[in-house]
């Protein structure tokens, strides 16, 4: 975990300067909010490792064994039945492909995520709020030694705390098989 007051490289603005200097952990702990930076705006950034599959037709799921968390990515543009706003909030996902000429290549997916419930873009305490708009892309690249990379570039607006949108890129090789999973609860630390 970064020491408190370290959030360098994040566009925050005062009042998120403000709430992240405020943080600590031990309230988080006691409040049953272990969970705030495992939020979809910060959880691809925790170092762990995914497992995707279909969970149906139109529904990407990714598991994490950091927080033990479940991201869903809806290929329908609409939620179906109440939703309550949570840590992964909903997300609608649809495939880019570049035009141009010559053979299609494998697109991106570009992944809209809403209704969010607030959290920490870091474990210490950089706060996301509950008006964040998290878009996400996820390319697959082949190396040239044969490895698979999945390549994931967040982009993280948020007009209550940041001061413009906060962007990263996380990479992740792809593994031969489930060796090495192994699902942990989220921490607060």
Same mark, same amino acid.
């Given at each position: 975990t970064p020491p408190k007051g370290a959030f360098g490289g994040?566009?925050?603005?005062?009042?998120?300067?403000r709430v992240a200097n405020a943080w600590d952990s031990a309230k988080d702990e006691a409040e049953g909010q272990q969970c705030r930076s495992y939020?979809?705006?910060?959880?691809?950034?925790v170092p762990?490792?995914?497992?995707i599959t279909w969970e149906n037709e139109t529904t990407l799921r990714?598991?994490? #064994?950091?927080?033990?968390?479940?991201?869903?990515?809806h290929?329908?543009?609409?939620?179906?039945g109440d939703?309550? =706003?949570?840590?992964?909030g909903f997300s609608t996902a649809e495939w880019e492909f570049a035009g141009g000429r010559g053979p299609s290549h494998n697109g991106d997916l570009k992944v809209v995520t809403t209704l969010l419930r607030p959290g920490y873009l870091r474990k210490n305490g950089v706060p996301y709020s509950a008006n964040t708009v998290l878009t996400e892309y996820y390319d697959i690249i082949p190396a040239p030694n044969g490895d698979t990379?999945?390549?994931?570039?967040?982009?993280?607006? #948020?007009?209550?705390?940041?001061t413009m949108p906060f962007i990263t890129s996380t990479h992740f090789k792809k593994?031969?098989? =489930?060796?090495?999973?192994?699902p942990q609860p989220c921490t607060a630390k």
């Open positions: 994040v566009p925050l603005n005062t009042e998120g300067r939020g979809a705006a910060a959880l691809m950034r762990g490792r995914l497992h990714i598991d994490t #064994d950091a927080g033990t968390q479940t991201r869903l990515f290929f329908v543009n609409r939620i179906q939703f309550t =706003a949570n840590w992964q990379w999945l390549v994931v570039t967040t982009e993280v607006r #948020d007009p209550q705390y940041l593994l031969p098989d =489930a060796a090495g999973w192994d």
